[in-house]
């Protein structure tokens, strides 16, 4: 069964920062073959993407929202992923997502909820 579980949402006051982590179980490639990206989805707006990770790491992609402010990663040891978020601002909240992509493979999370508010 194949799983991505993220973690690490919650509520956090403008200016600060969260780590999200997507872990993932059962997938039936290695997960080093995978681009890993993150979506976000706020209330009443479409899902776009966030930042698109590269299976060596690199971030090939960010929203021009949140460039400077966010850093993907990747532990492909961990079959993890990461999204380090800083000067959060209230318009970053949403639910966030990890998607597992590899050409007709592509595996999501439940999400999970960030709340940036005063």
């Known amino acids: 069964q194949v799983q991505l579980v993220e973690s690490g949402g919650g509520l956090v006051q403008p200016g600060g920062s969260l780590t999200l982590s997507c872990v993932a179980s059962?997938?039936?490639?290695?997960?080093?073959?995978?681009?890993v990206n993150w979506y976000r989805q706020a209330r009443g707006k479409e899902r776009e993407l966030v930042a698109s990770?590269?299976?060596?790491?690199?971030?090939?992609n960010y929203a021009d929202v949140v460039k400077g402010r966010f850093t993907g990663s990747r532990d492909n040891g961990k079959t993890s992923a990461y999204l380090q978020m800083n000067s959060l601002k209230p318009d970053d909240t949403a639910v966030y997502y990890c998607q597992a992509k590899y050409f007709r493979y592509e595996f999501w999370g439940q999400g999970t909820q960030v709340s940036v508010s005063s």
């Open positions: 990770i590269g299976v060596d790491g690199s971030v090939t």
């Open positions: 059962g997938l039936p490639l290695n997960f080093l073959l995978y681009d």
